[in-house]
């Protein structure tokens, strides 16, 4: 027998009817509250004849109406594709028909590119949160038990080679997330989690399933605000934020020698190594950081430090939570001993069961129920988490994700360009941020280069330099050896 | 894939090896030390060439070394039978035969009740803890993880009719137990449980798998102590305390005037009913009592009011757990409508498989996935949980269930007795206590009776009360009408 469990919203709903759910700017919701705009929402999906194992791509801002869709996709049972709003139509398009995604569900904003992906996607219908708003509720049956083995949510990512691949993210996936999450922070009456990360990320999505399953307010916001945020961190009203180094560099900087409330008791701090001068400035000014690590596969943290070694260990991920499990794997397989680097694999339930049609990927991703993560640390003596590298060509910039391989793709479709290879380069804002290097028989335009490069990929992929140089650096298997490119930055 | 997760004490012991987890009397072990104790145990357990899949019987106090063998026997994959040490030899060897136990480990003071066990079931080893520790330690494959669908624990529960069955508790079982009460009750870093009842029942076990699970120490007490209790609930060393309407009493009665600690938070009061008199002079006196409904079926708790209700809704037992459900069945087998009575019926992944080898008590208790728990209730409006009556006939005395059915087995089994009808009668102290009406064709005297069942049935379960009467009244179906036996006790 598969395990079940009641559908949280209905069931969050009601055993604690009253408390507060959600705070977006003045308002706020119970979560009976919740359920009635979710079940209005739902209802008219229901019109449109979304249904139980659709798939409906959202493509929305964080905002009330985008949580009422989420909750409202999983009373009808259909599995949500999240689509990251940065992204260019032709980026969006791949993953709508790689994941046979048959709606699309977006804001106004968004408009322009939504029509453009319907153009290029024949196989989907779109619909704004206008239209949506405009039809009729129609009766439905919403799902009465959440399957745990049943796929949630999809959302893409981006390997070392190829097209991104779709994440599969199951209710199980979610709900071991949340509660190992919970038994290595505690969960406190007063409990409330700032989520100014997107939605659309596992960071935020899972911001919002924590929520439903602790019975926890959400502070949303629609874009980060290091004013706002600090603001709220000194109110007392939070307990928990989410956030990446680059957002927390921009809150530090504006602080000067406040102080947060007392309340307010951890700082998850994820998203790509955090910078040792960083955390030392949070010890001193008493911020309780957490430092974390965790990606889309992972359904967010699988390893994170506990409240009584944040200090103790700092630079370090911590250890993993209750249900899950860390290993470190040397070049030859080997299990590394203390202190060793290699790459980090990992296993638990909150780990993806796989990608959407991906029978390869997923063979090369998994050995025997272990994970790979092609990120490379070393565990300590007292099996604490070092990451010294995200997946070697893995950029993250400002908290998102940025693949190489996908760059250097599209400066490949320029006829005249013939090698290219992208890095990451340190960068005070981001953290990191793609440079470009070509080769060329002609004297080529960096801007050329960039307008090219603008119609394919969201603008945050953007190389910020595109260097030409005389030829790629390779190795014996004619492997680029990006790290071989950083010579080239001040030649 | 089954669902496996970390050995839970190998994972705590690696994730908090500094925390307290259990202090006893005046000592104390973190969870790397209680590791050490267990893997030394388990060692001495595998010389007897003790191993996965075989069942143990436990016939053991309140101590730590019956958490090292609890904790040895599961890293060494065995199932545990849990005996109470109150039952009779009779009744344990019962217990032992049924689940095809082949070795019992015991502790010295029931040395002769153990060797009685041996005489009448030669398929069992007998081992006393003094045997054990003087065994040589054994090298041993540890189990690295627990899958979720084996079966952890076994205890014995009796029905309306018939012998005790054995219920089978998951790992799984008693994961979604700790988790769903801690999303009830939340999770401190400063908690800490004390155990004044048996670990031989689900109330004591389910505080240890807590401990590991959450990273919390347990104050153990090898019997429960009114005037220990009331101390450490007023030295704020305790935040939390499971306790039975009687042990909650003789609590009150002798705490007088005096408070308990503002760190103590929660007084979990199950096993029966609770008196709404109890109830309104703990909420006088700022005690916080969250009711609960459970039993061994459901791994402990399933029904338990929460915090923000538990002024509100003095009397009820609150909502199911947030991954259970609760519904009320009338005669005919209807969803009750609120405020109607009828049968609570269950589900969640806390419940039960089943009982050992009971296939027609299983088809009985099991229908769509729902446990029929005999109990009768009712739900108000808002969905809280009213127990009007435990099964029919269950008598809950100190905590301890009894089933007249077992006691009229014995009864009937002398020659003189035609007919016999057991029930429960209003105790002050015990809460119920079980009263046997017997009748028969010549006078018989009261100590006879006693005399007889103390043979075969535990101290607790002897009737105390043993009253002749002319005819056990039946209804039409000749079933005892044990409500109408009341009228007989003061004629």
């Known amino acids: 027998m598969e395990e079940s469990i009641p559908n949280w919203l209905m069931q969050r709903a009601y055993l604690t009817p009253s408390r507060i759910g959600l705070v977006f700017r003045e308002q706020s919701w119970t979560f009976a509250h919740m359920k009635e705009c979710v079940f209005n ?20 801002k964080n905002s009330p109406e985008t949580i009422w869709a989420i909750h409202a996709l999983q009373q009808l049972g259909a599995e949500i594709v999240f689509l990251n709003h940065r992204l260019t139509s032709e980026e969006i398009t791949f993953q709508l028909e790689d994941s046979e995604a048959s709606i699309l569900i977006y804001h106004s904003d ?69 509660t190992g ?32 399953i602790y019975g926890m307010p959400v502070y949303l916001m629609e874009q980060f605000d290091e004013q706002k945020a600090n603001a709220l961190l000194q109110s ?61 596969e992972t359904s967010s943290q699988i390893v994170t430090l506990s409240p009584e070694d944040s200090l103790l260990k700092l630079g370090s991920a911590g250890k993993p939570l209750f249900p899950s499990q860390l290993k470190i794997l040397t070049e030859t397989d080997r299990n590394a001993v203390a202190g060793e680097a290699g790459e980090i694999i990992v296993k638990g339930p909150n780990v993806t069961q796989g990608y959407i049609n991906r029978i390869e ?18 565990v300590d003596k007292e099996g604490f988490l070092y990451v010294l590298d995200r997946r070697s060509d893995l950029i993250i910039s400002g908290g998102e994700n940025i693949y190489p391989a996908e760059i250097e793709e599209v400066i ?17 804002i981001w953290g990191k941020v793609p440079y470009a290097f070509i080769v060329s028989d002609r004297r080529l335009e960096e801007v050329d280069v ?25 190795n014996g298997a004619n492997k680029v050896m990006r790290r071989h490119l950083l010579q080239f930055i001040h030649e």
């Not at 990927?361 to 070393?378: E, L, S």
């Open 236 to 296: 007392g009203k939070i307990t928990i934020m989410s956030v990446v180094s680059a957002m927390l560099n921009r809150m530090l900087n504006l602080l000067n020698d406040e102080k947060y409330h007392e309340n307010f008791r951890c700082m998850l701090l994820g998203g790509g190594a955090a910078r040792l001068h960083q955390l030392e400035q949070c010890r001193d000014k008493g911020i309780p950081v957490f430092q974390t690590y965790g990606m889309t």
């Open 181 to 212: 999450s919970a038994l290595n922070l505690g969960l406190h009456s007063d409990d409330s989690w700032l989520c100014a990360v997107p939605l659309f990320h596992i960071s935020g999505l899972s911001i919002l399933m924590r929520s439903i």
């Open 110 to 178: 968004f408009n322009d590119i939504a029509h453009q992906i319907h153009g290029d996607y024949k196989g989907i219908s779109i619909y704004s949160q206008v239209e949506i708003e405009q039809c009729t509720v129609k009766k439905f049956a919403n799902v009465n038990e959440f399957q745990l083995k049943k796929t949630c949510s999809i959302m893409y990512t981006s390997g070392t080679t190829g097209k991104p691949k779709g994440v599969l993210q199951t209710y199980g996936n979610h709900w071991w997330s949340a």
């Open 450 to 474: 960039l307008n090219y490069c603008r119609t394919k990929l969201a603008a945050y992929k953007l190389p910020k330099r595109v260097i030409q140089i005389e030829a790629i650096p390779r």
């Open 41 to 60: 929402f739902a209802g008219k999906l229901s019109s449109l004849s979304i249904a139980e194992g659709m798939r409906v791509g959202i493509l929305m």
């Open 361 to 378: 990927a997923n063979d090369k991703a998994f050995v025997d129920g272990w994970f790979r993560t092609g990120d490379i640390g070393y």
């Open 412 to 428: 490949l479709e320029m006829d005249e360009i013939k090698e290219a290879g992208v890095i990451g380069v340190e960068d005070a």
